[in-house]
Every structure is written in C-alpha cells, then in structure tokens.
C-alpha cells in the first residue's frame, strides 16, 4: 500500500504562484508514475501534470509553459509549481501514483486527499 499526502495549496491572486507538494509512504520506493489531476465544481477530473522515476514529464495542454512537475525520489516527493495562475485553474488538485508507466488516464492505484487551489481575478 502506498499513501499520498498532498500540501501546498491555497488562496492566490491571478498571475501568481503556488508549489504543491505530494508526499508517498509505505512502498513508495517501487511506485513508476506520480501525478496530478485536478477538479473544478461542476466539472470532471482532468489530467495535469505525471512524471516518471526516470524523470520523464508530460503535460496538459493548459497548462504546458506554465507547470512544473518534478520529484525527488529520495524523499518520495513529487511537486507541482504552478506560475502564472488563472482563475481557471481554481480546482481541488489531487496527487496519484502508480506502478505502471505515466499515464494521462485516471487508472492511477493509488490518490490522496486534495488540496484546495483558489485563483482571484
């Protein structure tokens, strides 16, 4: 079993900044792909950001220049710094992990709780 713990989240103006963090417990040390996906109210989860152990990033498309994933494999963390905030990236954002290669699917094993991102125009 692997557990996420998600922090970082908040209340920002638009055109600023956030880091989110995601950290894993248990067997962490096996997982491949970490990701992020967010859910805005009144609409469906949606693939962010995923990266592998190796390294390898993938992005959604709104948010390519703007997100950054990354992870530190020594501390099972992986994070998510989001710059140039709009007010449509108001979403509860959710942490997963999964053995497999990264994915910008849902079928990920393993999710934490979420953390609340707020973006004031």
């Known amino acids: 079993q692997v557990q996420l713990v998600e922090s970082g989240g908040g209340l920002v103006q638009a055109g600023g900044s956030l880091r989110l963090s995601c950290a894993a417990s248990g067997r962490a040390f096996s997982i491949n792909a970490m990701g992020w996906f967010r859910q805005a109210p009144g609409k469906e989860r949606e693939f962010v950001a995923a990266?592998?152990?190796?390294?390898?990033?993938i992005y959604a498309d709104s948010v390519k220049g703007r997100f950054t994933i990354s992870r530190d494999n020594a501390k099972n963390t992986v994070y998510l710094q989001m710059n140039s905030l709009k007010p449509e990236d108001t979403a509860v954002y959710f942490c997963?992990?999964?053995?497999?290669?990264?994915?910008?699917?849902?079928?990920?094993?393993?999710w934490g709780q979420g953390t609340q991102v707020t973006v004031s125009s």
């Open positions: 997963a992990a999964r053995w497999q290669a990264v994915a910008t699917t849902g079928e990920y094993d393993y």
């Open positions: 990266i592998s152990r190796s390294g390898y990033t």
